[in-house]
């Protein structure tokens, strides 16, 4: 083993050589749903975005990949009528729990009133603010 040597850089062929393997290791340990992306997006008549949430199923899960609403929305209920639909969806999915991180500048109360808890945190993590991981149990 000692010809073993260490190359840094990104090669998109090399990282979906690791996803591949990782993901076969963990097939062989836990029963294994395939990853399904999905998207929940607002437009207005224009056909406009004006918000949306962007998730992914995984491990009898739902991850909140990315969650927004325009300035001009903000404070009408759309935000929480985009997690529900993602709720309804990861339900039908077969989840068991839907997952997000949010940071203290951004929404961690909007989140908790909905149901979702911490299960960690990292302090001035970026600086002066705090990174929050959340869960909620479906």
């Not at 393997?21 to 294994?32: F, G, I, P, Q, S």
Request: glycine share 8%.
């Amino acid at each position: 083993m000692s010809n073993i040597r260490l190359h840094a850089g990104y090669n998109e062929e090399e990282a979906g050589f690791i996803r591949y393997h990782l993901v076969r290791h963990n097939k062989e340990k836990v029963a294994y749903i395939e990853e399904e992306k999905m998207s929940f997006v607002l437009k207005n008549e224009e056909e406009n975005i004006v918000g949306g949430l962007v998730g992914h199923t995984d491990w009898e899960c739902f991850f909140v990949d990315l969650l927004w609403v325009d300035d001009s929305l903000r404070g009408m209920g759309k935000g929480q009528e985009l997690l529900a639909t993602a709720e309804s969806y990861a339900r039908e999915q077969g989840c068991r729990l839907m997952r997000l991180e949010t940071f203290s500048f951004q929404a961690p109360d909007f989140y908790q009133k909905l149901g979702f808890k911490v299960m960690g945190k990292l302090d001035d993590f970026p600086k002066g603010f705090t990174h929050y991981y959340m869960y909620k149990d479906l």
